[in-house]
């Protein structure tokens, strides 16, 4: 078995893809996500707007909108070229003022504010909607507060009257409501295992796609156990050190919220680097051959971000797709994640989705003997 690690160790310095494909992704990823989603939430997004009243509290409305933390008031004299830009994605929401506005309000009619959101582009339209919707609301009771103080109404009765239901929100696990933080926790480790697994395919793939694999069994003195082994040891411990330092990084030196413990991050992500190792020996064993084979793994990397759970909630999607969820060590991952990290719940709270990630090591069992007929008469197709 050290004579195959050796051997692996040695093919790892001399072909860059092995080092590209696990260390260079995964840091050009987290690279990527720290530095796009360093302000937290977008900001200035552009949203238009077409004042047709030209009144100073209809100029008032536009640039409290601009005042916001997320938009960026984008002034319109043709309501037709604000609505070509929104559909362009020029911008992301629109705000139409009716002539006559602030006659209407001070005549204690009811004027319509229309508000046109580009849902194309999911985060841009929903963030924009929602700052369109407060602004509005907060203008309607200025309104309110404006009229009942002209009646005379004491201060403490108008609120009373314009919020009568007073709401202390608190967001669990992200309170600075930081999408960073929302997608870094998972993307970054579902780029890893990723990597992971790709990795692995590859590397016991090209034995069959090269034809070396007999020249493997030689160095491992016939043993198949042996070789298989030799060969992940290098890669385990490579990524065992770069999980660890994943985890590191997102919480202690860019500040991820952790409520739990440190210690039992790292042993989560250590359990999924090894399932993630195992489901690589399945795959191959189960296609041994080195396309195909990286085929389903990119299939399945792919498929893991959308059924782990974090995007879309997986107890929303359909029953029989439901129960795929399970078949993604990712799944697994994120579980823990919620119950450690954002609850502090404690090793009673996960232990069984930690083992769920450690049952994954049996599955090289499945086609072990399938493999190792594919490493000694080199049978299956190479293209």
């Not at 770069?242 to 860019?254: D, E, H, K, P, Q």
């Not at 190792?372 to 049978?379: F, G, K, R, S």
């Amino acid at each position: 078995m050290w004579k195959v690690a050796r051997r692996e160790t040695g093919l790892i310095l001399r072909r860059p893809v092995y080092l590209l494909g696990s260390i260079g992704i995964v840091v050009v990823m987290a690279l990527f996500f720290h530095t796009f989603f360093g302000e937290g939430l977008p900001q200035d997004m552009p949203i238009g707007v077409v004042d047709s009243d030209g009144s100073t509290y209809s100029r008032m409305l536009g640039e409290e909108l601009d005042d916001t933390q997320l938009g960026r008031t984008v002034w319109y004299d043709d309501v037709h070229e604000a609505f070509r830009d929104l559909e362009t994605g020029r911008i992301y929401g629109l705000l139409t003022i009716p002539k006559g506005f602030n006659e209407q309000v001070q005549s204690f009619r009811r004027p319509g504010l229309d508000v046109y959101v580009n849902t194309s582009y999911i985060i841009g339209g929903a963030l924009s909607y929602k700052d369109l919707v407060t602004m509005v609301n907060m203008a309607n009771g200025a309104v309110q507060r404006q009229l009942m103080r002209a009646k005379g109404v004491p201060d403490d009765a108008i609120m009373a009257s314009i919020m009568p239901i007073s709401v202390d929100a608190h967001a669990i696990g992200n309170p600075e409501t930081n999408y960073e933080y929302y997608l870094g926790n998972m993307m970054i480790p579902g780029v890893f295992a990723m990597c992971i697994l790709l990795v692995i395919v590859y590397a016991l793939g090209s034995e069959l796609k090269y034809g070396t694999s007999r020249h493997l069994l030689r160095t491992s003195d016939g043993s198949f156990s042996a070789a298989v082994y030799g060969k992940l040891l290098p890669y385990t411990l490579l990524f065992i050190l770069l999980g660890s330092l994943i985890v590191l990084t997102l919480y202690c030196f860019w500040g991820y919220p952790l409520n739990g413990s440190l210690g039992c991050m790292v042993l989560a992500m250590i359990a999924m680097v090894l399932a993630y190792e195992a489901l690589g020996v399945f795959l191959v064993g189960l296609v041994p051959n080195l396309r195909l084979a990286v085929c389903l793994s990119c299939l399945l990397s792919i498929l893991a971000f959308s059924l782990a759970g974090f995007t879309l909630p997986a107890e929303a999607l359909p029953e029989g797709v439901r129960g795929l969820t399970w078949i993604f060590p990712l799944r697994y991952y994120y579980l823990i994640y919620v119950r450690e990290a954002i609850y502090a719940g404690g090793f009673g709270l996960w232990w069984q989705y930690l083992l769920a990630m450690l049952a994954f090591g049996f599955l090289p069992a499945f086609v072990s003997r399938r493999l190792e007929n594919a490493y000694v008469n080199l049978d299956y197709p190479r293209n």
